[in-house]
């Protein structure tokens, strides 16, 4: 049979070159292109993507058709990691032979989480640690200092794959935590380790043997300054989950965020507090993202905000300042800039308050990073009540999306935003006029329901 041959694929077409080149040849991309092995495919001169797209692309006896009901299925085997929370993130539970990567900025808490998380499957999914970055003595002398019981994990100080994978073989843990896969790297390859295409390829490796298997495979990632993992977003197309772990290094709040799950619902949070044990899940986080402070400041909003599947009561604040430059400062911490940008722009057009001469801060408090639209109408509040240095009402939230004509417009799931704003004591919603309901209140809490920016500008 034919050997394993290395090739060099583009990173942004996919084309497919014998040698390396500084430019793709098919779409001209600049240092695009970086070395795979190629598998020796079943029928002579099948193409790099034919044996990567699919197993059987050149078997003569391929699968039948079948009518798709007619498939056998179960529900996805799963597994509880003993964290409630990380459960929630997983969709409920880690499923059998899936692979997820989980990603955070360096020091966020990965190692720990997973540590304990290996920890507490213990009895039910035996795992196997496999340490790149840390010694084993400093992975025991960590698990000693937060109290995680190491009884009946096993761990491996190990950095190639076809070691891991030799161990695993003879050991057949039910769950490998590979940290991290930056440091992993494949004798195929003569890339230097760390480098993307090594990164790639030993990935591969674990995701070929955890469907082989049936072993769950967790890869720890460190993001990068660009954000992704390992550099290209490949690894993200690979695996079956990718969680970011998240949380501002001065805040003791970490929040496990699904970024992509095949198992499970996209942007579904688990929150944690990080303490002198280890993590500790907060499982009724919904107060937790407001700042405390007794009374109302100026340049603050409390939106309910709904990532992942429960209603979570986040305060945005705004500092607006008389700026010095000719170019003022937007900067936003935990939302998109851009669309900061956007919102100021129409509160100029829509809303007659212009700030082209002020610097603009928002801040979402507690590290949270919050990416869906409802938070447009609590940013321009809080920009209007910093500019104004006039606090909103008391007990007041918001949520809404902006349009760009400074429509209001409605998000999902309205009514249990309210009802878990209300339950907090809220007094006062001003909310997108087809999320109110039609009485104007929700238990004790007026509902204010708005259709423009100018109405809500005037009602706050
Ligand atoms: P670590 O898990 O090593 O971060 P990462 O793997 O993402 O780089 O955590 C960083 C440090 O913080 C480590 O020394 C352990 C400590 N730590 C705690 O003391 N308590 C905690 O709850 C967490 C999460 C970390
Ligand atoms: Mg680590």
């Given at each position: 049979?034919?050997?394993?041959?290395?090739?060099?694929?583009c990173s942004e077409c996919g084309a497919?070159?014998?040698?390396?080149?500084?430019?793709c040849?098919e779409c001209?991309g600049?240092?695009t292109?970086?070395?795979?092995?190629?598998?020796?495919?079943?029928?002579?001169?099948?193409?790099?993507?034919?044996?990567?797209?699919?197993?059987?692309?050149?078997?003569?006896?391929?699968?039948?058709?079948?009518?798709?009901?007619?498939?056998?299925?179960?529900?996805?085997?799963?597994?509880?990691?003993?964290?409630?929370?990380?459960?929630?993130?997983?969709?409920?539970?880690?499923?059998?032979?899936?692979?997820?990567?989980?990603?955070?900025?360096?020091?966020?808490?990965?190692?720990?989480?997973?540590?304990?998380?290996?920890?507490?499957?213990?009895?039910?999914?035996?795992?196997?640690?496999?340490?790149?970055?840390?010694?084993?003595?400093?992975?025991?002398?960590?698990?000693?200092?937060?109290?995680?019981?190491?009884?009946?994990?096993?761990?491996?100080?190990?950095?190639?794959?076809?070691?891991?994978?030799?161990?695993?073989?003879?050991?057949?843990?039910?769950?490998?935590?590979?940290?991290?896969?930056?440091?992993?790297?494949?004798?195929?390859?003569?890339?230097?380790?760390?480098?993307?295409?090594?990164?790639?390829?030993?990935?591969?490796?674990?995701?070929?043997?955890?469907?082989?298997?049936?072993?769950?495979?967790?890869?720890?990632?460190?993001?990068?300054?660009?954000?992704?993992?390992?550099?290209?977003?490949?690894?993200?197309?690979?695996?079956?989950?990718?969680?970011?772990?998240?949380?501002?290094?001065?805040?003791?709040?970490?929040?496990?965020?699904?970024?992509?799950?095949?198992?499970?619902?996209?942007?579904?949070?688990?929150?944690?507090?990080?303490?002198?044990?280890?993590?500790?899940?907060?499982?009724?986080?919904?107060?937790?993202?407001?700042?405390?402070?007794?009374?109302?400041?100026?340049?603050?909003?409390?939106?309910?905000?709904?990532?992942?599947?429960?209603?979570?009561?986040?305060?945005?604040?705004?500092?607006?300042?008389?700026?010095?430059?000719?170019?003022?400062?937007?900067?936003?911490?935990?939302?998109?800039?851009?669309?900061?940008?956007?919102?100021?722009?129409?509160?100029?057009?829509?809303?007659?308050?212009?700030?082209?001469?002020?610097?603009?801060?928002?801040?979402?408090?507690?590290?949270?990073?919050?990416?869906?639209?409802?938070?447009?109408?609590?940013?321009?509040?809080?920009?209007?009540?910093?500019?104004?240095?006039?606090?909103?009402?008391?007990?007041?939230?918001?949520?809404?999306?902006?349009?760009?004509?400074?429509?209001?417009?409605?998000?999902?799931?309205?009514?249990?935003?309210?009802?878990?704003?209300?339950?907090?004591?809220?007094?006062?919603?001003?909310?997108?006029?087809?999320?109110?309901?039609?009485?104007?209140?929700?238990?004790?809490?007026?509902?204010?329901?708005?259709?423009?920016?100018?109405?809500?500008?005037?009602?706050?």
């Amino acid at each position: 049979s034919s050997k394993a041959r290395t090739a060099y694929v583009c990173s942004e077409c996919g084309a497919d070159h014998s040698k390396w080149q500084g430019q793709c040849g098919e779409c001209g991309g600049w240092n695009t292109l970086g070395e795979f092995v190629v598998e020796p495919a079943a029928k002579a001169g099948a193409s790099v993507a034919a044996s990567r797209r699919g197993s059987w692309a050149g078997k003569a006896d391929a699968p039948a058709v079948t009518a798709l009901r007619d498939v056998r299925h179960t529900e996805e085997d799963r597994v509880s990691t003993g964290i409630g929370e990380f459960d929630r993130v997983l969709g409920g539970g880690l499923v059998h032979g899936s692979v997820v990567l989980v990603g955070g900025d360096p020091g966020i808490g990965k190692s720990t989480l997973l540590l304990q998380a290996i920890s507490k499957m213990a009895g039910t999914l035996p795992g196997l640690y496999v340490t790149g970055e840390e010694s084993l003595a400093q992975v025991a002398g960590r698990a000693s200092r937060l109290g995680v019981p190491v009884d009946g994990v096993h761990a491996l100080a190990e950095t190639g794959v076809e070691r891991v994978l030799e161990h695993a073989a003879r050991m057949r843990p039910g769950l490998i935590v590979a940290d991290s896969v930056q440091t992993l790297w494949t004798e195929e390859l003569s890339a230097a380790p760390g480098s993307v295409s090594q990164v790639r390829e030993s990935a591969a490796r674990l995701v070929r043997y955890a469907k082989e298997t049936g072993t769950a495979v967790f890869l720890v990632g460190h993001v990068t300054k660009e954000g992704g993992i390992a550099g290209p977003r490949v690894l993200e197309h690979m695996v079956d989950a990718v969680l970011y772990f998240e949380g501002e290094s001065g805040s003791r709040f970490r929040v496990l965020r699904a970024f992509k799950n095949r198992f499970g619902a996209v942007n579904e949070l688990g929150v944690f507090a990080m303490g002198e044990k280890g993590l500790r899940e907060v499982p009724n986080p919904s107060a937790i993202f407001l700042s405390g402070s007794e009374r109302p400041q100026p340049g603050s909003c409390v939106m309910v905000t709904r990532e992942g599947t429960r209603p979570l009561l986040v305060e945005v604040q705004a500092l607006v300042d008389a700026s010095p430059l000719s170019n003022p400062r937007r900067v936003a911490v935990g939302m998109e800039g851009n669309r900061l940008a956007m919102l100021l722009a129409v509160l100029h057009r829509h809303g007659g308050i212009g700030v082209g001469d002020q610097d603009v801060f928002v801040n979402v408090v507690g590290g949270i990073r919050v990416q869906e639209t409802a938070a447009d109408l609590p940013v321009l509040l809080a920009v209007l009540s910093s500019l104004r240095d006039r606090p909103l009402a008391e007990q007041t939230v918001a949520f809404g999306e902006v349009g760009l004509s400074g429509e209001i417009r409605p998000v999902p799931n309205g009514e249990e935003r309210l009802k878990e704003a209300a339950t907090h004591g809220f007094k006062r919603a001003i909310v997108p006029k087809s999320n109110a309901p039609r009485s104007g209140r929700i238990g004790e809490m007026e509902v204010i329901a708005v259709e423009r920016l100018a109405d809500a500008l005037e009602r706050a």
